[in-house]
Structure formats: structure tokens, C-alpha cells
């Protein structure tokens, strides 16, 4: 059973930085997509990045290009969201996502599983 396990969330002030974590496990397939979503109450679900097991590619919403980076350690099958320059409409839970192959795609019907999510609350 594929599981996805967040953590690094919490409560930084606007202009600070977090750096979240996906643990992935239970799988064994060799190529996969990991990408990070969030969802702030009362908003849709936002695809925030993205990043591929095979090459190392990546994809960013617009919102936080120049901002936030991801990372993967794929001995260890963790992949890392760095968040930096923080502001207050970066609030919500971020979720990890995985999906098998290699496409790069910030669409949440393209993945497959979901872990519970990490909340993360930037004070103005």
C-alpha cells in the first residue's frame, strides 16, 4: 500500500521560510511523479510543484515560481518543498501526491494518491 507522510508544516511570519518533507512508501515502481497541492478553506485546490523521479524535472505553479523549490533524495524516497519568502496567501494544507510514470502535471485527477497533508499558517 502506497503511503505519503508529511511533515515540516507550521507557523511561520511573512517573509520566513519552511521547508516540508514527503516520505513516500509501499511501492515499487521505478518512475514516478511527486507533486505537492494545497487547498486554503473556502479555495480550490492549487497545484503548487512538482518533480519526477526519473530525471529530476520539475514544474511550478505561477504563484510561487522564484519562491519554492523541490528537491527529491530518491534513496530515501523523500522528496522536499523549501518555501521560502513567505506570505499570508501561502497559508492552507499542503498535500503530496504521487503518481506512476513520468508525466510533469500540476492537475490533481493526474495523481494517484494523497497523504493527509501538513499545515502550514504564514502570520501577516
Known amino acids: 500500500e502506497v503511503q505519503l507522510v508529511e511533515s515540516g508544516g507550521g507557523l511561520v511570519q511573512t517573509g520566513g521560510s519552511l521547508r516540508l518533507s514527503c516520505a513516500a512508501s509501499?511501492?515499487?515502481?521505478?518512475?514516478?511523479?511527486i507533486g505537492w497541492f494545497r487547498q486554503a478553506p473556502g479555495k480550490e485546490r492549487e497545484g503548487v510543484s512538482c518533480?519526477?523521479?526519473?530525471?529530476?524535472?520539475?514544474l511550478y505553479g505561477d504563484s510561487v515560481k522564484g519562491r519554492f523549490t523541490i528537491s527529491s533524495d530518491n534513496a530515501k524516497n523523500t522528496v522536499y518543498l523549501q518555501m521560502n519568502s513567505l506570505k499570508p496567501e501561502d497559508t492552507a494544507v499542503y498535500h503530496c501526491?504521487?503518481?506512476?510514470?513520468?508525466?510533469?502535471?500540476?492537475?490533481?485527477?493526474?495523481?494517484?494518491?494523497w497523504g493527509r497533508g501538513t499545515q502550514v499558517t504564514v502570520s501577516a
Open positions: 518533480i519526477s523521479s526519473s530525471d529530476g524535472s520539475t
Open positions: 501526491t504521487l503518481t506512476r510514470g513520468y508525466g510533469l502535471k500540476l492537475s490533481a485527477p493526474w495523481y494517484d494518491y
Open positions: 509501499g511501492f515499487t515502481f521505478d518512475d514516478y511523479v
